[in-house]
């Protein structure tokens, strides 16, 4: 079955699912709520990615903390995830 969207079934409120149309939610397309759901996940993920880190070398864990190597990468990981969340926060604030 194809999706087929045009105007008339983005603004017309009498558009049905029995014909093939699908009523658009919050009255339109709505890319507002995606890029603030991007811009939300996009400044959360680093501070996982700290908790996570934390979390693996947590003495409490004994053997099964991270080594050395995973610490390394992990921590270069976590500094890319935070580059990306500045970069966006810079470009979104200004």
């Known amino acids: 079955m194809a999706l087929h969207v045009n105007e008339a079934t983005l603004t017309s ?4 699912h029995s014909q093939g149309r699908h009523p658009a939610i919050f009255g339109g397309i709505p890319i507002q709520l995606i890029i603030t759901a991007q811009a939300v996940t996009i400044l959360a993920v680093p501070l996982i990615g ?3 880190v934390v979390l693996g070398r947590h003495k409490d864990r004994g053997n099964l903390r991270i080594g050395l190597p995973q610490l390394i990468l992990s921590l270069l990981g976590l500094a890319f995830l935070v580059f ?7 470009r979104i604030f200004g």
Not at 13 to 16: D, I, N
Not at 84 to 90: Q, T
């Open 50 to 52: 700290v908790v996570m």
């Open 84 to 90: 990306l969340a500045v970069m966006y926060a810079i």
């Open 13 to 16: 409120p009498k558009s049905h």
